[in-house]
């Protein structure tokens, strides 16, 4: 995990930057997981509920993060039932679809990132390996989780 941290660090020096990524990481991640959520599965087979792509691509997440460390994956499953939980409330209390809600957001929080690079002066890293998509939000919580004293 330390290896993969280290290698998206190099490119998240900038205290702007790291501003900007502890603002917008969490929130692309919750835009994904509410834009799954909002996918209609209505003519799906019986077995299929509504709303199980969000929760399925949760499970994915959570597995990825199992290969490379345990407590990261509980507090990333942690992070993601907190997800799945403000969506759940945002679809069914307000008025504005949640996707919408969520698309708004995922651009707005794409522009921070893309600004916060331009002010570190190094691209993003998931232009390099996709998988440091995955990465961004583990590394974050890899940083509550030193504050914490806890390992990963």
Known sequence: ????????????????NKAIHWICVPVIYFCVVGLLYSIPLSDAPPFVRPHMLATLAVAFVVFFYLRLSLTIAIGMGLWSAFCIAVCRYLYTHVDIPLWSICTALFVAAWIGQFYGHKVEGRKPSFLDDLQFLMIGPAWLMGFIYRRLGIPY
Do not use: L
Not at 1 to 12: E, L, R, T
């Open 1 to 16: 995990m330390q290896d993969w941290f280290d290698a998206y660090g190099v490119s998240h020096q900038n205290p702007v």
